[in-house]
């Protein structure tokens, strides 16, 4: 059983469109993250969102933790073809060595 | 140096052989982790050190696998008798103090093929 369901699983898209992913799970956790991967690389940590309804931005991305700390979104305005990768979302529950991670999202986006 | 870097960064084996896989973490981070990155799989937590000490080794998926942290430094993780299951992505992470919301700075990771 997959405890951080993430969808859709794989995004193509045109370069200046704009995109939500989701990461969605049965169970409340105290943080989650958002990471992204680039081929032959590890996850680099993008945001941690702490509080229900919290909501924080980076740039051109928006980062949603819903009210019930249950789910995340996250929203890219005018995609650029930098912004392709995997992007990971990852649960805390009271350790952040444990963290419990999502398949991911794998976004392309073409010029 | 500036970040956690592992080596080798690719491994070939053939089943049955033991590997060692290192990692080096950031400098002053106390906190060391191994996680396992399977194709299609998000990331699998394996163990935690905190310090030299490992509170929790039930990640670690069978007792092929063990690792050890010295000096609140390097890392190995040791493989023995390999199989094909093992073929993954092993991927290191390090953080400042291992406490909540401590940010994880992950390495570009091992990847190892059992042929």
């Known amino acids: 059983t997959q405890l951080l369901e993430q969808s859709p699983q794989f995004l193509s898209i045109q370069e200046g469109e704009n995109l939500t992913v989701y990461c969605n799970s049965s169970?409340?956790?105290?943080?989650l993250q958002w990471y992204r991967q680039e081929p032959g690389e590890g996850p680099v940590l993008l945001v941690t969102?702490?509080?229900?309804?919290e909501v924080k931005k980076l740039k051109r991305l928006t980062f949603q933790f819903g009210d019930a700390r249950k789910d995340s979104s996250l929203h890219i305005t005018a995609a650029q073809t930098g912004d392709t990768g995997l992007y990971l979302c990852?649960?805390?529950?009271?350790?952040?060595?444990?963290?419990?991670f999502g398949k991911g999202t794998l976004l392309t986006v073409n010029p | 140096g500036a970040g956690v870097s592992q080596s080798p960064s690719n491994k070939v084996t053939e089943k049955g052989k033991d590997v060692e896989l290192r990692c080096d973490p950031i400098?002053?981070?106390?906190?060391l982790y191994w996680y396992r990155q399977r194709l299609g799989q998000g990331l699998e937590f394996l163990i935690y050190?905190?310090?030299?000490?490992?509170?929790?080794k039930s990640g670690l998926p069978s007792d092929r696998f063990s690792a050890e942290r010295t000096g609140e430094s390097v890392s190995t993780l040791t493989i023995q008798r390999t199989q094909q299951e093992d073929s993954a992505v092993y991927l290191c992470?390090?953080?400042?103090?291992?406490?909540?919301?401590?940010?994880?700075?992950f390495g570009n990771g091992t990847r190892l093929t059992v042929t």
């Open positions: 992470a390090s953080s400042l103090q291992g406490a909540d919301n401590s940010p994880l700075h």
């Open positions: 169970s409340v956790f105290s943080s």
């Open positions: 969102v702490v509080t229900g309804g």
């Open positions: 990852a649960g805390e529950r009271g350790s952040n060595y444990k963290l419990t």
């Open positions: 400098s002053g981070h106390t906190a």
């Open positions: 050190f905190q310090g030299n000490s490992a509170p929790d």
